[in-house]
Structures are given as C-alpha cells and as structure tokens.
C-alpha cells in the first residue's frame, strides 16, 4: 500500500511538473536524485512517450506470458521507465524495465520472491484493463496492477485525467467493469 501511493505521489509528480537532474541519462550527473539541482532538462511524459500498450507489448515480446502489473517510474540510473512483472510462459516471474522514450527492454530479471496473484485466473487482460478504464476516465494510464480485492481479482488502474487529477479505477478481472474512482485530486 505505502509503495502505491509513492508511486502514485512520483507519478503525479512526473506528468504535472517534471523532475529536474534525475538520471545520468538525462544528463543529471551524480544519480542523488536531487531535483533541486537544475543542472539538467526536466523529465515529463510527454505525447510522444511510450504508453502502457506500448510498455506491455515490448514487455511480452522480451518475455511471452501475461502483465500483471505496469508502473510509470523514474529510476536513477535509467530516467523514466515502464516497470512491468510478467507471469512468463516458463512459469517465472519477471521483472522487466522498458524505457519511457523508445520502448526499448532495459533489463529482465527472474523474480522468484514475487507473491502475486497468478493470472491465468483473470480473463481480464492488462490491456482490457486499461482500455476499461480509460473508457470510463479518459487520459493516461501511469500505472497497472493486478491485486486480490476482498477475494476477488481487480485491476487497480491509475488514469491521469484530462482534468490534470490523479483517478484510481478498480477493474473487475472477470468481467471488465469498472468502479472505485476514487481520485481526481492532483496528488
């Protein structure tokens, strides 16, 4: 819970402002993350970035299996990536970071602590998912995740709105439908 609404905190952070200095990559210098620094450009998502559909598809080229979760974030040593965990083929968890401006697989790492909930019991996709929730809360997905809700499987989904707030949707994974907007605050 506390990782979500950091990662939510960060998201909103990212897409409303941007973060200055936060990577070598961005020309940020020593990796301390101090966004005060101003010795490089801001990091924001803009039009032109990868998507969620975009992430998970390079994803599942890299490893074959099923996302259950996919998160915007700004990493110290690579700028701002998709982070994604996929239940592969080979029936191990994967940790795979995508980059944020080319789709481009920075890393896969098996991820044999993972405790998530197997998808193979979700007919919901990740994809399904978030086009269930933009439909219902148009704008930018920045994170997707896969979660056991009072035992029912859900996707909690986070949509930048088009009114600039942060919406948290709960996507049912048996039948798409989606509810708990629980949002539209700029944090």
Do not use: F
């Amino acid at each position: 819970m506390q990782r979500n609404i950091a990662v939510i905190a960060l998201t909103a952070a990212v897409l409303i402002g941007g973060l200055a200095g936060c990577s070598d990559k961005n020309g940020g210098g020593d990796n301390d993350n101090d966004s005060g620094r101003g010795d490089s450009a801001p990091v924001s998502v803009t039009s032109d970035s990868v998507t969620v559909d975009d992430a998970v598809a390079a994803a599942l080229k890299a490893v074959p299996g099923r996302v259950t979760e996919a998160e915007l974030e700004d990493d110290d040593s690579d700028g701002l990536v998709w982070e994604l965990d996929v239940y592969g083929s080979d029936k191990v968890w994967h940790d795979v970071k995508i980059d944020a401006d080319d789709a481009k697989v920075l890393s896969d790492r098996g991820d044999s602590n993972n405790r998530r909930p197997v998808p193979g019991s979700s007919p919901v996709s990740v994809i399904d998912a978030v086009e269930a929730a933009r439909k219902a809360e148009p704008g930018t997905v920045t994170s997707v995740d896969l979660d056991a809700d009072e035992n029912t499987l859900v996707w909690d989904v986070v949509v930048r709105g088009k009114d600039g707030g942060n919406h948290e949707l709960d996507v049912d994974a048996e039948t798409a439908e989606v509810s708990g907007n629980h949002g539209g605050d700029d944090n």
